[in-house]
């Protein structure tokens, strides 16, 4: 680590059970954020300013105007633009020290499979029931750790799968049917700190998980209530009968 990045990092490495050891092991690791929405722009701006190694970021989709209110990592220029390469753009300019490859694209079968073995941390940030089954299934498939929040009007919901962990359950022991119409912001609305919040507690998870710095509880359902201001834990187990564990 060079001097830049000494003082660069200088309030992280002040951290006992962080320190030089942690800031080195997170340089030289590679995190995929697949969604760069409401949740990937924030857990990505956090990833990459913290000084993770490799971000990858996938997204087929272009920003529009509707998004801006919550997705705080773009500006009016980009409208238009794919996420995945908009995201990239700003980035480069909060840390160009890291490599960051944008993937403008839906990741989908053998490639959604090559960018999760080739990772160390997976973060689920879509909104969409049918690719949260496929991601937690590859990182079902390579023992992938995975971090998957969603937040809808002013819920939000955190949690975190080892997969490395034998009878582990898994996101389809929590979710063995969901209706994409439940997930939609489009139809249900939200409020903009709601999904923030989330896309930090996702990146701070990662962080941790990525450095080997501080505990992850894996497997606990955390609901947040933004209304409300109230945190729920509930601690899952496996499924029996669920499809994606016995495969």
């Known amino acids: 680590m060079n001097e830049s990045e000494l003082d660069r990092y200088s309030r992280q490495l002040l ?19 697949i969604g760069l929405g409401g949740l990937g722009n924030i857990a990505a701006t956090y990833l990459a300013t913290s000084g993770v190694g490799i971000l990858t970021l996938a997204d087929g989709d272009q920003l529009e105007s509707s998004n801006l209110p919550r997705q705080v990592l773009y500006d009016e220029s980009q409208i238009g633009l794919n996420k995945a390469v908009a995201a990239a753009e700003q980035l480069v300019t909060r840390n160009p020290r890291i490599r960051i490859y944008p993937m403008p694209h839906k990741l989908e079968a053998e490639a959604l499979h090559r960018a999760v073995e080739s990772a160390d941390v997976v973060l689920d940030c879509t909104d969409n029931f049918a690719a949260r089954q496929s991601i937690n299934r590859a990182c079902l498939t ?7 929040a969603a937040a809808i009007r002013w819920e939000g919901q955190l949690v975190s799968f080892l997969y490395h962990q034998q009878a582990s359950p898994c996101y389809e022991c929590l979710y063995p049917e969901l209706s994409d119409q439940q997930l939609s912001c489009n139809e249900s609305g939200i409020i903009a700190p709601v999904v923030g919040m989330l896309g930090v507690f996702q990146a701070l998870e990662a962080i941790k998980l990525a450095s080997g710095c501080g505990e992850v509880k894996h497997a606990t359902l955390r609901l947040f209530d ?17 499809v994606a564990c016995l495969r």
Request: with cysteine; charged share 25%; aromatic share 10%.
């Open 15 to 33: 951290l006992p059970n962080f320190d030089v050891a942690g800031q080195l092991k997170l340089a030289s690791s590679h995190i995929l954020v």
């Open 226 to 242: 933004g209304f409300e201001g109230r945190w729920r834990d509930m601690r899952l187990t496996q499924d029996p009968e669920c």
């Open 142 to 148: 390579y023992k992938k750790p995975l971090v998957s």
